[in-house]
C-alpha cells in the first residue's frame, strides 16, 4: 500500500521529485529517466510505470533550462525502442506459454489478453498506437514477439512509435509547460493527460461488456 501511494504521489506531483533529483543529483536525473522508460517499455512486469505524464512533466522541467531538451529526447527516443525491442525479444524466447501462467502481483494475465487483442485488431500499426496507451504500451511488443512478427517490420514501427511519442509529450511539456495557467495546475494537467491516454482502453471495457449482456440476454 504504501509503494502504491508513493507511486501515485511521484506521476501527480512528477515534476516536484524530478526537480528535487535534479538539484541534489544533477546528471543523474537522465539515468534515472532512461531506466524508468526503458523498464515501463521493456518489462511486462512494470506496466504500473508512469509514461505521458511523465514526458510531459520532462518537457516542462527541460522548458525551464533544468535539462537538455536535445540530450533527453536522444536518451528517451532511445530508451523507448531498446524498451520495445527486449519486450520483443522476450515475448519471442517465451512464446505462446505465457497464456497459460496464472495471474500475480506482477503479471496480469488479463492485461495480456487486452494487449493481444489490441493487437490483432490493428496489426503493425498497434505497435505505433500502443504507444499512447497505458499497460497496452507495455505488452503490445511482447505479444508482437509471440506472435513472430518479422523483426524487420516490427523494428520500423518501434522506430516511428518511440520518435513520435517522445516528441508529442516531451515538446508539449516544452512549449505549453511555461503557461501560467499550467504551471499553476500542473496536477490537474497531469490528471487530465492520464485521464484521456485511458480512455481508449475504458471505451473497449465498455463495448465488451454491453456485447458480454447481449449474447447474455438474447431478448436484448
Known sequence: MDFLKQLIDFILHAENHLRWVIEHHGMWVYVLLFLIVFCETGLVVTPFLPGDSLLFAVGALAGQGMMDIAVIWILLVVAGILGDSVNYAIGRWMGPKVFHYESNIFFKR????????????????????????????????????????EYRRFFAFNVFGAILWVTIFLFAGYYFGQLPFVKSNMKVIVLAIIVVSILPIAWEWFKARSEAKKTADPAV
Open 110 to 149: 488479463e492485461y495480456l489478453a487486452k494487449a493481444h487483442a489490441f493487437y490483432e485488431k490493428y496489426g503493425g500499426k498497434a505497435i505505433v498506437l500502443a504507444r499512447f496507451v497505458p499497460i497496452v504500451r507495455t505488452f503490445a511488443p511482447f505479444v508482437a514477439g509471440i506472435g513472430t512478427m
